[in-house]
């Protein structure tokens, strides 16, 4: 698969590298920044694609990447963000469990995203961010428990 037209690939996943970004740092600015640099990442990179799906999991693991990164940053800690995390959904009908979504910490967010956004398996969520498949499990049973006591509340 060497001829790759980039504006095909950028369209097809620009919104899921997006997702991510946003769960990962719930900020809607940051995220755009981590969409151009994973693909930036990708136009510069010299690794000869297999297919699709290997285009696919290049990205997911650059946007948890460039994201982790840009969370550990130095410049990222000493700043104060404008929560503006409402602002980072996309068109969807009921923003409530979007919302109590992006309200869980970090480790569910992402876990969480992966699974039921991306429709990722717990084994290739354990890749991409390199756990365990136990840990995986466990984050997701933990995040899907706090979801129910959050969502209960609103009713």
Known sequence: MQNIDNERILKKYADMVFRIACARLGNKF??????????????????????????????IRAAVN?????????????????????????????????????ALP?????????????????KDIARTISVKESTVGSLLHRARKKLAVMLEGEI
């Open 106 to 122: 970090e480790n569910y967010r992402v876990v969480i995203h992966l699974f039921y956004y991306e429709g990722m398996s717990i």
């Open 30 to 59: 940051d995220a755009d920044d981590i969409l151009q640099e994973v693909f930036l990442r990708f136009i510069e990179c010299k690794t000869e694609f297999n297919d699709e799906e290997h285009i696919k999991a290049f990205l």
């Open 66 to 102: 460039c994201s982790k990164s840009f969370a550990m940053s130095a410049w990222n800690r000493r700043t104060q963000g404008l929560d503006d995390v409402s602002d980072a959904k996309h068109d969807e009908p009921d923003n409530s469990v979007l919302d109590t979504v992006f």
